[in-house]
Structure formats: structure tokens, C-alpha cells
Nanobody
Framework: QVQLVESGGGLVQAGGSLRLSCAASGSIFTIDAIGWYRQAPGKQRELVASISSGGSTSYADSVKGRFTISRDNARDTLYLLYLQMNSLKPEDTAVYYC????????????WGQGTQVVVSS
């Protein structure tokens, strides 16, 4: 099992920046890919950014050039994931979730509780 805890959400004005953090613990050696999803009111949850065990990153078109995903997985018992969000827009308002998946699966099985990001215009 993998436990995920997000932090760093909040209220920011359009054009501002926020940095989200996710601390992963438990069986972190089973993580193949880890990333950030978001869900805005009335909308489906979408994958914003992800990073694979090999370090490859992927971004949704809507955040390319503004968001950067990074990680610190040097420790055996703790895996830290970050999402640097710059040039924020009101449409970035959502609950952001950290999610992880294991090897040999395409489904993200582990989820954090979410952190709210509100971007005011």
C-alpha cells in the first residue's frame, strides 16, 4: 500500500504561483508513475502532469509551459512529489490530487485526499 498526502493549496490571484507537495510513504518501491490530477466543479477529473519511474514527464496541454512536475525519490521510505504552478488562471481552480500507480497497470490506484486551489480573477 502507498499513502499519499498533499499540501500547498490555497487562494492566489490570477498570474500568481503556487507549489503543491505530495508525500508518498508505505510501499513506495512499487510506484511506477506518480502524478497530479485535478477536478473542477462539474467537470471530470483530469491528469495534469505525471512523472514515470524513469523520469519521463507528461503534461496536459492546458498547463504546458506553466506547470512543472518534479520529484525527490532519493530516500527509501519517503517519496516527495511537487507541482510548481506559475501564471495561474481562474480555470486552474480545482481540487488537486496526488495519485500513483504501480508497475504493470495503467490505472492510478493510490490517491491522496486532495488540496484545494482557487485562482481569483
Amino acid at each position: 500500500q502507498v499513502q499519499l498526502v498533499e499540501s500547498g493549496g490555497g487562494l492566489v490571484q490570477a498570474g500568481g504561483s503556487l507549489r503543491l507537495s505530495c508525500a508518498a510513504s508505505g510501499s513506495i518501491f512499487t510506484i511506477d508513475a506518480i502524478g497530479w490530477y485535478r477536478q473542477a466543479p462539474g467537470k471530470q477529473r483530469e491528469l495534469v502532469a505525471s512523472i514515470s519511474s524513469g523520469g519521463s514527464t507528461s503534461y496536459a496541454d492546458s498547463v504546458k509551459g506553466r506547470f512543472t512536475i518534479s520529484r525527490d525519490n532519493a530516500r527509501d521510505t519517503l517519496y516527495l512529489l511537487y507541482l510548481q504552478m506559475n501564471s495561474l488562471k481562474p480555470e486552474d481552480t480545482a481540487v488537486y490530487y496526488c495519485a500513483a500507480r504501480g508497475f504493470a497497470t495503467v490505472r492510478y490506484d493510490y490517491w491522496g485526499q486532495g488540496t484545494q486551489v482557487v485562482v481569483s480573477s
